[in-house]
């Protein structure tokens, strides 16, 4: 397994911007997917963003619906770290957002892809 490290999470005013940490450490970095998740107070953790590689195009990434165009997820292999830039923030999305690191190369929207979580860093958006 991998741990996991998120930093980054606080207080913002709709429209805003912040940008998480996630760093890993335990297994070799560049080879996995790494993915965002969040979850809101009485609601099921769900998908936000995956940093994947292929063996035909290198590097992908997707988003979930809700957060496509506003978020950008990233990685610096030399840093062992993944980032998730947050623009345009809205109140629906405050929750707190765990990074995940997949055991594949690939990996997609469902938790049960991923086999090493972070402790999560929260995220409030004010209106």
């Known amino acids: 397994q991998v741990q996991l490290v998120e930093s980054g999470g606080g207080l913002v005013q709709a429209g805003g911007s912040l940008r998480l940490s996630c760093a890993a450490s335990?297994?070799?970095?560049?080879?996995?997917?790494m993915g965002w998740f969040r979850q809101a107070p009485g609601k099921e953790r769900e998908f936000v963003a995956v940093?994947?590689?292929?063996?035909?195009?290198?590097?992908?990434?997707a988003y979930a619906d809700s957060v496509r165009g506003r978020f950008t997820v990233s990685r610096d292999n030399a840093k062992n770290t993944v980032y998730l830039q947050m623009d345009r923030l809205k109140p629906e999305d405050t929750a707190v957002y765990y990074c995940?690191?997949?055991?594949?190369?690939?990996?997609?929207?469902?938790?049960?892809?991923?086999?090493?979580w972070g402790q999560g860093t929260q995220v409030t958006v004010s209106s």
């Open positions: 995940a690191a997949s055991p594949r190369a690939t990996a997609g929207v469902w938790p049960s892809q991923y086999d090493s």
């Open positions: 335990g297994r070799t970095f560049s080879s996995y997917a």
């Open positions: 940093f994947s590689w292929s063996d035909w195009s290198g590097s992908s990434t």
